[in-house]
Protein backbone atom coordinates (compact mmCIF):
# COMPACT_ATOMS: atom_id res chain seq x y z
CA UNK A 1 0.00 0.00 0.00
CA UNK A 2 1.44 3.68 -0.34
CA UNK A 3 1.56 6.03 2.56
CA UNK A 4 -1.75 7.95 2.39
CA UNK A 5 0.57 11.05 2.81
CA UNK A 6 1.09 10.60 -1.24
CA UNK A 7 -2.25 11.12 -2.42
CA UNK A 8 -2.45 14.67 -3.26
CA UNK A 9 -1.31 16.50 -6.56
CA UNK A 10 2.59 17.37 -6.19
CA UNK A 11 4.55 19.86 -8.73
CA UNK A 12 7.74 19.22 -10.11
CA UNK A 13 10.45 20.73 -7.87
CA UNK A 14 13.15 20.36 -10.60
CA UNK A 15 15.44 22.80 -8.76
CA UNK A 16 15.92 19.73 -6.08
CA UNK A 17 16.51 16.90 -8.55
CA UNK A 18 19.92 15.16 -8.66
CA UNK A 19 21.17 12.62 -11.00
CA UNK A 20 19.05 9.80 -10.42
CA UNK A 21 15.99 11.30 -8.62
CA UNK A 22 12.88 13.72 -9.13
CA UNK A 23 12.07 16.10 -6.38
CA UNK A 24 7.97 16.79 -6.38
CA UNK A 25 6.20 19.16 -4.03
CA UNK A 26 3.02 19.77 -2.54
CA UNK A 27 1.11 21.98 -5.38
CA UNK A 28 0.83 24.71 -2.73
CA UNK A 29 4.93 24.92 -2.18
CA UNK A 30 5.84 28.62 -2.31
CA UNK A 31 8.42 27.65 -6.33
CA UNK A 32 10.36 29.99 -7.66
CA UNK A 33 8.94 31.40 -10.45
CA UNK A 34 9.02 29.13 -13.94
CA UNK A 35 7.11 29.37 -17.92
CA UNK A 36 5.38 26.06 -15.88
CA UNK A 37 5.47 22.95 -14.27
CA UNK A 38 4.82 19.61 -14.45
CA UNK A 39 2.98 17.72 -11.84
CA UNK A 40 1.60 13.92 -10.59
CA UNK A 41 -1.28 13.49 -8.46
CA UNK A 42 -2.26 9.76 -7.48
CA UNK A 43 -5.78 9.31 -6.50
CA UNK A 44 -6.98 6.04 -4.09
CA UNK A 45 -9.21 4.82 -6.94
CA UNK A 46 -6.08 3.51 -9.04
CA UNK A 47 -6.27 6.89 -11.22
CA UNK A 48 -2.81 8.35 -11.84
CA UNK A 49 -3.45 12.23 -13.32
CA UNK A 50 0.66 13.59 -14.82
CA UNK A 51 0.17 17.16 -15.36
CA UNK A 52 2.14 18.50 -18.58
CA UNK A 53 3.17 21.65 -19.43
CA UNK A 54 1.00 22.53 -21.87
CA UNK A 55 1.50 25.09 -25.31
CA UNK A 56 0.46 28.25 -23.47
CA UNK A 57 2.41 27.32 -20.26
CA UNK A 58 -0.68 25.92 -18.11
CA UNK A 59 -0.98 22.74 -16.86
CA UNK A 60 -2.86 19.83 -18.85
CA UNK A 61 -4.23 16.91 -17.33
CA UNK A 62 -3.38 13.26 -18.71
CA UNK A 63 -5.32 10.83 -16.94
CA UNK A 64 -3.68 7.15 -16.70
CA UNK A 65 -3.58 4.61 -13.84
CA UNK A 66 -1.19 3.21 -11.08
CA UNK A 67 -0.35 0.25 -9.54
CA UNK A 68 2.16 -1.52 -7.26
CA UNK A 69 4.06 -3.66 -8.76
CA UNK A 70 5.98 -4.77 -5.43
CA UNK A 71 7.23 -3.13 -2.10
CA UNK A 72 8.23 0.71 -3.59
CA UNK A 73 7.17 0.29 -7.20
CA UNK A 74 4.71 1.17 -8.94
CA UNK A 75 3.66 0.70 -12.43
CA UNK A 76 2.12 4.12 -14.11
CA UNK A 77 0.21 3.85 -17.71
CA UNK A 78 -2.02 5.78 -19.57
CA UNK A 79 -4.05 3.19 -22.12
CA UNK A 80 -6.20 5.76 -23.68
CA UNK A 81 -3.34 9.30 -24.01
CA UNK A 82 -0.35 8.38 -26.28
CA UNK A 83 2.22 8.85 -23.31
CA UNK A 84 4.44 5.38 -22.69
CA UNK A 85 3.87 3.66 -19.53
CA UNK A 86 6.85 3.67 -16.32
CA UNK A 87 7.90 2.70 -13.11
CA UNK A 88 8.11 4.97 -10.21
CA UNK A 89 10.25 3.93 -7.51
CA UNK A 90 9.23 5.62 -4.03
CA UNK A 91 12.47 6.75 -2.58
CA UNK A 92 10.94 8.83 0.25
CA UNK A 93 7.43 10.56 0.41
CA UNK A 94 6.32 12.57 3.61
CA UNK A 95 3.86 15.57 4.21
CA UNK A 96 6.69 18.00 2.40
CA UNK A 97 8.04 15.83 -0.42
CA UNK A 98 8.33 12.89 -2.22
CA UNK A 99 11.33 11.89 -4.14
CA UNK A 100 11.05 9.10 -6.87
CA UNK A 101 13.22 7.50 -9.60
CA UNK A 102 11.64 7.08 -12.86
CA UNK A 103 11.72 3.98 -15.36
CA UNK A 104 11.11 3.43 -18.56
CA UNK A 105 9.27 -0.20 -19.05
Do not use: C
Request: net charge neutral; no cysteine.
Amino acid sequence: NLPSTIFRRWTHSREEDTKDVTVFRPSNFAFPLSRGREGIEFLENGEFVYYRIGETDRSEAVVGRWRIERDNLVEVDFPTAQLSPYRLIMISVDNDVLKVRREAR
